[in-house]
């Protein structure tokens, strides 16, 4: 069974960094790509940035592009977003999620967010 | 960027009544390759999303055949045939054609 951990959300000043770490568990972590996502109360889910299984093909949202860094270490089977000069609008739960690759006729993939984690909590205020 | 935009905001529900969502894009989810890159997800009170509906009607792994999606171009629906008490939470499509992703902002179903 594919179990994912999110940590490392805190309570953070306007400006300051933090980084998160999604550990996985239950399956070959290089296999998959891997998904950030946020849930802000009030306005929904936000799609935040994608990782390819070896980590050479990374995706941000346009809110987040310049400040945040996707990467993950597949010896340790953890996924990372780094977050700098953090702002009061990126608080919110940030959720990990598995990609599952589905394959489609003449060699192509379709992924979609199959296993989530329960999210960690991200708090920006002075 | 493609915005999708979900209709109703709220939908109260009968238990075993069909309940319909819809979802529409800016502009064509389909791909050249023929298929709709359109995802649903539900998330139920306190727990993290999970997905119910990918490719535009193709039920994920363990979703109940109650759920079901359909549509073509910019306009999509999932339909709960029976809508059962533990199918409360906020549903969200989703356009899976190109980056950025991006959610419509959710349809909240409740039990009358």
């Known amino acids: 069974e594919v179990q994912i951990v999110e940590s490392g959300g805190d309570l953070v000043q306007p400006g300051r960094s933090l980084r998160l770490s999604c550990g996985v568990s239950?399956?070959?972590?290089?296999?998959?790509?891997l998904t950030w996502v946020r849930h802000v109360p009030g306005k929904g889910l936000e799609w935040l940035s994608t990782?390819?299984?070896?980590?050479?093909?990374?995706y941000y949202a346009d809110a987040v592009k310049g400040r945040f860094t996707i990467s993950r270490d597949n010896p340790k089977s953890t996924l990372y977003l780094q977050m700098n000069s953090l702002r009061a609008e990126d608080s919110g739960l940030y959720y990990c999620?598995?990609?599952?690759?589905?394959?489609?006729?003449?060699?192509?993939?379709?992924?979609?967010?199959?296993?989530w984690g329960r999210g960690t909590t991200v708090t920006v205020s002075s | 960027d493609i915005v999708m935009t979900q209709s109703p905001l709220s939908l109260p529900v009968t238990p075993g009544e069909p309940a319909y969502i819809s979802c529409r894009s800016s502009?064509?989810?389909?791909?050249?390759?023929?298929?709709?890159?359109l995802d649903w997800y539900l998330q139920k009170p306190g727990q993290s999303p999970q997905i119910l509906i990918y490719?535009?009607?193709n039920r994920a792994s363990g979703v109940p055949d109650r759920f079901s999606g359909s549509g073509s171009g910019t306009d999509f629906t999932l339909k709960i045939s029976k809508v059962e008490a533990e199918d409360v939470g906020i549903y969200y499509c989703?356009?899976?054609?190109?980056?950025?992703?991006?959610f419509g902002g959710g349809t909240k179903v409740e039990i009358k």
């Open positions: 990782i390819g299984g070896t980590g050479d093909d990374t």
């Open positions: 239950g399956f070959t972590f290089s296999d998959f790509a």
């Open positions: 999620a598995t990609m599952k690759r589905q394959q489609l006729v003449r060699g192509n993939y379709y992924y979609y967010m199959d296993v």
């Open positions: 989703m356009q899976a054609l190109k980056p950025p992703l991006t």
């Open positions: 502009q064509s989810l389909l791909h050249s390759n023929g298929y709709i890159y």
């Open positions: 490719l535009g009607s």
